[in-house]
């Protein structure tokens, strides 16, 4: 099946520095989710882009909606304790009588150290 | 007042059992879904529903059976449970089958089959 290249696959950083990270597809997609998933629950929607080219904010998080509409990406800005989770992109798409349901990617495993 | 709530939480069973988690979302949304995360933390679809119509079925042995008595509510049913079927089970919801629409997930049912 489809799959979207997240990477990196963990990342190991200091509090207060920035995070990078980013989603690749072979295929085009209508929107890109951001979620995060703290360990024993679910994943919780961060950010949804819609439109290709698309740069939102909440907080300290940014995304952006590839122009190609086959990446994102997701910054976060001086990294807090409470980051450490793990962070999915999701892409979805429009085909004939619906959207799919969700494409996700492996997840970035965001460790911070204080 | 959660908005998608699934249950139980916690789901430990021998092999050849059948079980069933509950889902239910109160956001009046029309599709709902099923996902598993496996031991990688890698979440695919299985099933997803709109209006109690199924809609998406991947590939997902028959000894899975989704149930929508409406359109707040679809059941998990699992057959003759076999080890690897131990894995984190989340029902998602959103509001219409249409690529603007974010899916909201729930807490995950933890499924350990021994």
């Known amino acids: 099946g489809q799959q979207l290249n997240q990477s990196p696959q963990s990342m190991f950083i200091q509090e207060g520095e920035d995070v990078s990270m980013n989603c690749t597809s072979s295929s085009i997609f209508n929107t890109w989710l951001w979620y995060k998933q703290d360990p024993g629950e679910g994943p919780v929607l961060l950010i949804a882009l819609y439109k290709a080219g698309e740069l939102t904010s909440n907080g300290r998080l940014t995304a952006q909606f590839g122009i190609t509409r086959k990446d994102s990406f997701l910054n976060i800005s001086a990294s807090i304790p409470s980051d450490v989770g793990i962070y999915f992109c999701a892409g979805r798409k429009y085909s004939g009588g619906g959207a799919d349901g969700l494409t996700f990617g492996k997840g970035t495993h965001l460790i911070i150290q204080p | ?114």
């Open chain 2, 1 to 114: 007042d959660t908005a998608v709530s699934q249950t139980p939480k916690y789901l430990v069973t021998q092999m050849g059992n059948d079980k069933s988690i509950k889902c239910e979302q109160n956001l009046g949304h029309d599709t709902m879904y099923w996902y598993k995360q496996d031991s990688k933390k890698f979440l695919k679809i299985m099933f997803s529903y709109n209006n109690k119509e199924l809609i998406i079925n991947e590939t997902v042995p028959n000894r899975f059976s989704p149930k929508s008595p409406d359109k707040a509510h679809l059941n998990l049913h699992i057959n003759s449970l076999e080890l690897g079927d131990s894995a984190v089970y989340f029902c998602a919801s959103s509001q219409v089958r249409g690529a603007g629409n974010t899916i909201y997930f729930g807490e995950g049912s933890w499924l350990t089959v021994v």
